[in-house]
């Protein structure tokens, strides 16, 4: 089956406090995007990457992508004004029959493995989502009190959010709707089920400084820098 | 008003891959313990802390809690089978009237202006339960299938929870009650309501080995260390 990587790179970086884009500061020696592409890569060798990055940024970011990965197939798109029609936009490169996973740029610390197995499943069940458990306590605010929420019954959501192209995209046909926070609430709008799979602690976003500290001790610890 | 600061420090380290328990493990010089007792000592110089330590780490904590500092209020009790019976343990050290906040050893690189913050809101209203906005997207899992929860409603809870002795003091004189996972579920349990304050994203718990790396980088920040 062909595989796709849509990998989202919408942020303009103002939690960094820096000029740069997260996807683009640097992580032991590379760009933070170029891990997150290499991880797919390592995956699934043949994949096609689809790169959708904020105007501004297309230029730099063929560059730099062109650069490191001069034989393996590249799209470029731009991104749209919410991550549903940045997807939107990224789903246009894709011809299916395909398994595709939609992934954050900047989690770029996901192993290649927890790649593998969302395909996997996705071939089986026609989707993954991964999900870890949540390890603090939460409480649910209410009007004038807040609940104790059993957190044995949460799962934080992560990406890659892995799909066959049959289901992925004819819900992104949908109109937009501001309930769609990630691509599983799009194709549950769809009228389909999504399948959950185990994600990973170390499967991190990049957001603030600190993030890029602990990304580069969990490659550190992989021995892949 | 008198302050007591109950420091929990129960766990046995399994988790860090290390013999020696989380709380010991040296940060930036100086154990993760005295990281925590210095907070709470910046934030009220004449405060009495309760070290509630398992029974076998009991000597070699008074050892190290003494050599740091010989001049301050500092009591031992050996910790129950669990965190409930800990913290009961430790709270039979508390003579009110006093704001007691109760905390985990394990949140070391917690401020000691989040620590202020908790002792004025505590005087107000009785508690102070600090919480953050949570980051991630969540789904609830249920029988069947999984929903996605708004994560605007949700809440990280942390520690240190704040309390006058009034509330907390016979709130665990109740039977202990599996559902108490934390002592506001054991102060609502007794009929109180608490009060939510905004948290920090920086007091985390050091619970993996990355933890301690992430807390030096804060400490860093701050210049602490």
Redesign the interface.
């Known amino acids: 089956m062909k595989t796709f990587a849509v990998i989202v790179a919408g942020g303009s970086g103002n939690r960094m406090g820096t000029a740069l884009p997260k996807q683009f500061l640097e992580l032991g020696g590379k760009p933070v995007l170029v891990h997150t592409a290499e991880a797919f890569l390592r995956a699934f060798p043949s994949i096609e990457l689809v790169i959708v990055l904020p105007a501004a940024y297309l230029v730099k970011g063929k560059e730099i992508l062109r650069n490191y990965f001069p034989d393996s197939s590249v799209h470029f798109t731009e991104g749209g004004s919410t991550r549903f029609h940045s997807v939107q936009q990224g789903l246009q490169k894709v011809k299916g029959p395909a398994i595709v996973f939609i992934h954050d740029a900047v989690r770029c610390v996901v192993s290649s493995s927890l790649i593998q197995r969302c395909y996997t499943q996705a071939m089986l069940k026609g989707s993954a989502i991964p999900?870890v458990a949540?390890?603090?306590?939460?409480?649910?605010?209410?009007e004038d009190?807040?609940d104790?929420?059993d957190?044995e019954?949460?799962?934080?959501?992560?990406t890659p959010q892995t799909f066959h192209s049959d289901i992925i995209l004819p819900s992104f046909q949908q109109e937009y709707d501001p309930a769609f926070?990630?691509e599983?609430?799009v194709v549950e709008k769809f009228g389909q089920?999504?399948a959950?799979i185990e994600g990973e602690?170390t499967n991190i976003?990049v957001?603030?400084p600190?993030d890029l500290?602990?990304a580069a001790?969990?490659l550190e610890n992989r021995s892949i820098i």
């Open positions: 999900a949540v390890k603090d306590s939460i409480r649910m605010v209410t009190k807040t104790v929420v957190r019954m949460l799962r934080a959501i992560q926070t990630d599983a609430t089920k999504i959950l602690e976003k957001t603030y600190i500290i602990v001790k969990i």
